[in-house]
């Protein structure tokens, strides 16, 4: 082919200039009316076939090529605007036609056609998903149908978009993707209503009528004929709105429905359509995304090409809009969609309040076919309004079958399957993921600066302008991934405005954190490990409950936990290992009668050698774990053993029962408990005993576990935030430092408390976490009967204690945090504390030994914690102060106990020197060197250790002069 456009000259200096498609679109379309050339051809040829010409006359008059400009319409937005137009008439139609089967074939016949016309083929490929999806309603058991559902249409999803590449068929039109998505919706929706509709019928026959119960009943089972015209039905077929099976259902047999108040309904939906419809046009002349691709965008400044998003977003909506609006107008000359007003329909989901004569009332709404809030999105306070009022049907279908059906991570989850179920090119996961942080962002932002002006009317009215400004930014800012959709473009689009937004969102976050105080420490390296362990455990321990019982949820609780401690203790693992190996040797080896002092003879033994060698410090808590756990086991089975003897002796009683092991351990049994993953470096402590009922229980994937999860977390957010309140400000080595020394005797005093309330928050996050854990997988929960206790377990003998649901975790129970907190004497603050361990050295060390229990109790805690002269310093000062407390009390509330007053004052009393006290004896705890502990305690001359000694000694003399005057009274 010859080319036969003219030749290009060119004179030395000077190059012919480049005329871009958007100079002559511009310049078209400012043509005056008595514009006409030599051939006469009147001016509005050229406006109103511009789009069809620019390029060519772009071509001509440049050198180079430039890619035309979008046309004001393609073909699929013709078809789109056919589809409308023709659903109106038939709309109309279906109102006047009898009810049930000709109604039904009204709204599904003609969606059929319409279908097989526009898709042509590719009918087929709905076709079976429809049917795939009827077998399985019609032949999968209703427990499990909707999940069989999601499964196959989801992935049949997978293969339309990848059908080209599975077995070489025509990619799929725009139309047929429209239609699949629509279905896919439909499909879900049919099968989860379905399930419900049994399940609540079901509840409505044994006398339970709520509601929620009523509304979810469907008058009639579909059909196969049923199920086929919901899906096809012509109204919203490729446009939306969304709405559910008992919604079409009402259509087909409402009979009243050629008498709905449709005129007033239709004027409130078409009433912005002419706005936006003049908007449209008005911008589609002058803005086009082609515009962005050519040299001049690239000459233009940063705020110009922010800018040029707004209208390019602009241009999208009011698309949107205007398809939106028709298609709701068509559902309402249907009347698809009508309840009472009684009915309190919502958008999506149809009547939320059962209504007996739901066909006879005209006074109602058409909100459950409500796509759109066009001012509300058009006036956003933030993303997260213009996230739920735009494609409201759509949107409430993945709050309903998505958000509200995943055990954890929701949004995340939600906003996933939405950019699946948009596509799969990167633009709809990057414009979906990028909507998570922004909206966080302007949370927070809120949460900050709305009660700091909310008496100022005018920064008020300031800040919600500025944010309905910032929002249609941010949104305007993703349409260009929304639009894009591939990395390269997204990328190109976004690095030329320099990723304003996403900087701009990070930038407004940190601000946030900084207003807020919520400055981040950095932590260590073994705090990131355990961490990392605990985010490990939660959802291994979900896993747990849904295995089955016996050998693989042993192996599924000991497997992870060896790993896990061989990875993070490394050769340092063989200490435990070599300890456990020699418990389980013993056990096997010596008498019954003596095996349980051997063990924990040996075991103690074995930690102070451990202690001489130089270790980790997770390998410390780890041994520190599994010390406790060795001496349990070896106590435990001994008194197994000999409560077999009673109970075969014919001697019965709860603690007996509750002694006996339902199954004899094996070697395999023992390792398992012993390194199960659950609490394996941080606790709580458990017997033998709770893990078997884990182990071999037939229901723990029903325990109600959410709500004692939710108790647990309850604090959890003021115990986040006093640590990073107090992290940053107050540092243990201030202690050491020679600053110190300048500081006033008062404030030497004070200044230990937030180092005290660090470390107790610290030790609460890592003890909550853990509780929850272990709740996750379901481990000590016994039902209420049997009255658990922490670390012991139950204390009542129940039978058939599998079974029961109502109950609690209490013997996983770690921490009182209020209790801890609001102390009157240490005595409470040891009992509240790490409550678990606890009970394990009240059980088998105070229990044990026959004379000075307390004193030993406290140098074998000691001992155990380790072998630094600092554990055994606060160990001789809590015994001073628990002896002084106790004397003062005894003195005290026989004196004062008819005053209400004086008993409260010295309540409050009690607990600010409580938490003084322990807060005195945790910098000997902080400092694992003694010099340090004394140094501090220097400083402040010993002042606790002289206030307690002081009390103990007058509450001596008062308690003497009390025998005395009682002896001489006699």
């Not at 083929?121 to 069989?148: D, G, M, P, W």
């Not at 000359?333 to 009547?351: D, E, I, V």
Request: glycine share 4%; net charge positive; aromatic share 18%.
């Amino acid at each position: 082919m010859v080319d036969s456009r003219p030749e290009t000259y060119s004179v030395e200096g000077w190059q012919p200039p480049e005329v871009s498609v958007h100079q002559v679109y511009f310049h078209l379309t400012k043509l005056k009316k008595t514009a006409t050339g030599p051939d006469c051809l009147p001016h509005w040829i050229f406006r109103d076939l511009v789009k069809s010409i620019i390029s060519y006359c772009s071509s001509f008059l440049s050198p180079g090529s430039h890619r035309p400009c979008s046309t004001f319409m393609d073909a699929n937005e013709y078809l789109y605007l056919l589809i409308i137009s023709i659903s109106f008439p038939l709309a109309f139609c279906v109102r006047f036609c009898p009810l049930g089967f000709l109604r039904k074939l009204a709204c599904g016949v003609p969606g059929i056609v319409i279908v097989m016309y526009v898709c042509k083929e590719q009918f087929l490929y709905s076709f079976i998903s429809s049917t795939f999806t009827i077998a399985i309603i019609k032949c999968v058991s209703i427990k499990y149908c909707h999940r069989a559902v999601v499964v196959t249409t989801f992935l049949y999803l997978t293969f339309f978009r990848f059908q080209n590449l599975f077995i070489g068929w025509q990619s799929p039109y725009p139309l047929s993707n429209a239609l699949q998505l629509i279905l896919t919706l439909k499909q879900i929706s049919l099968a989860f209503d379905l399930r419900k509709s049994v399940y609540s019928r079901r509840l409505r026959d044994q006398g339970l009528a709520t509601s929620e119960i009523q509304t979810s009943i469907l008058p009639q089972p579909p059909t196969v004929l049923d199920i086929f015209m919901y899906f096809y039905s012509f109204l919203g077929l490729f446009t939306g709105p969304f709405y559910r099976f008992s919604t079409f259902q009402k259509l087909v047999y409402a009979e009243n429905v050629s008498r709905y108040p449709i005129i007033n309904h239709l004027c409130t939906r078409l009433v912005y359509s002419p706005a936006i419809l003049v908007g449209y046009l008005y911008f589609v002349s002058y803005f086009n995304f082609s515009f962005t691709e050519t040299p001049e965008w690239q000459s233009t400044s940063l705020w110009y090409k922010v800018w040029y998003t707004i209208p390019l977003f602009t241009i999208f909506r009011f698309r949107m809009y205007f398809g939106w609006i028709l298609s709701e107008s068509a559902c309402v000359c249907a009347g698809l969609g009508f309840y009472p007003s009684m009915c309190k329909a919502k958008s999506g989901r149809g009547p939320t309040e059962y209504v007996d004569t739901v066909s006879d009332s005209f006074e109602g709404d058409f909100n459950t076919i409500f796509n759109v809030n066009i001012l509300k999105c058009e006036l956003q306070h933030n993303v997260r309004d213009g996230v739920r009022n735009w494609n409201t049907t759509v949107q409430w279908w993945f709050h309903q079958y998505v958000y509200r059906e995943v055990p954890y991570f929701k949004v995340l989850a939600t906003f996933l399957v939405s950019a699946y179920w948009h596509g799969i090119l990167p633009g709809y996961y990057l414009s979906m993921f990028s909507v998570i942080p922004i909206t966080y962002s302007q949370d927070l932002t809120d949460r900050i600066i709305i009660k700091r002006i909310k008496d100022s009317l005018f920064w008020t009215y300031f800040y919600n302008g500025f944010c309905v400004v910032l929002s249609m930014c941010y949104w305007s800012y993703l349409n260009i991934a929304f639009q894009c959709l591939t990395l390269k473009d997204i990328f190109k689009f976004w690095s030329e405005i320099g990723y304003l937004f996403h900087v701009f969102a990070l930038l407004i976050h940190g601000i946030n954190v900084c207003l807020m105080g919520l400055k981040l420490r950095p932590m260590d390296s073994n705090e990131y490990v355990y961490v990392f362990i605990i985010c490990i455990s939660i959802p291994l321990a979900f896993c747990v409950r849904f295995l089955p019982a016996g050998l693989p949820r042993k192996i599924a609780c000991g497997l992870p936990g060896i790993l896990i401690a061989v990875y993070v203790c490394k050769e340092q693992f063989f200490y435990s290992f070599t300890s456990s190996i020699l418990t389980v040797a013993i056990i096997k080896c010596v008498k019954v009668k003596h095996y349980h002092l051997v063990v924990a003879f040996s075991v103690f033994s074995f930690l102070a050698f451990f202690r001489i060698q130089s270790h980790f410090p997770l390998s410390n808590a780890l041994q520190l774990i599994i010390t406790l756990k060795q001496a349990s086991l070896a106590f435990d089975m001994r008194e197994s053993v000999y409560s077999r003897r009673l109970l075969d002796q014919g001697v019965s009683s709860s603690e007996i029962h509750i002694s006996v092991l339902s199954h004899p351990p094996s070697v395999f049994d023992m390792f398992m408990y012993l390194y199960s993953f659950i609490g394996l470096f941080t606790g709580p402590f458990y017997r033998f005993a709770t893990f078997e009922k884990l182990i071999y229980s037939c229901n723990v994937s029903q325990y109600p576990i959410f709500k004692h999860i939710k108790s647990r977390l309850i604090l959890l957010p003021a115990v986040i935030a006093a640590f990073l309140l107090l992290s940053n400000t107050y540092k243990l080595s201030f202690i050491e430092s020679a600053e110190l020394q300048s500081k006033s005797f008062w404030y030497k005093v004070w200044y230990s408390i937030p180092l005290c309330t660090i470390f107790k928050v610290r030790m609460y996050f890592a003890w909550i976490s853990s509780e929850c854990a272990c709740i996750c997988a379901g481990l000590g929960f016994y039902p209420t009967a049997c009255k658990a206790k922490t670390g012991h377990g139950p204390t009542v003998f129940v039978e058939n204690v599998n079974d029961s649901l109502d109950g609690d975790f209490e013997t996983i129970s770690n921490i009182n945090i209020l209790k801890c907190e609001l102390q009157y004497s240490v005595k409470d603050g040891v009992r509240n504390w790490n409550k678990t361990f606890q009970w394990w050295f009240y059980h088998y060390v105070f229990k044990q030994v026959p004379f000075l229990k307390t004193v030993i109790t406290f140098v074998v805690s000691a001992y155990w914690h380790g072998i630094r002269p600092s554990y055994y310093v606060i160990v001789s000062t809590v015994i001073l102060i628990y002896y002084s407390q106790s004397l003062c009390d005894s003195v005290m509330r026989k004196r004062i106990k008819d005053n209400a007053f004086l008993n409260s004052a010295y309540s409050v009393f009690s607990v600010i020197l409580t938490m003084l006290y322990w807060s005195y004896c945790h910098i000997a705890f902080g400092f694992v060197a003694q010099p340090n502990a004394f140094q501090y305690w220097y400083e402040v001359k010993y002042v606790f250790h002289f206030i307690a000694f002081v009390i103990m000694s007058v509450c001596l003399v008062i308690k003497k002069y009390d025998k005395f005057s009682e002896k001489k009274f006699k």
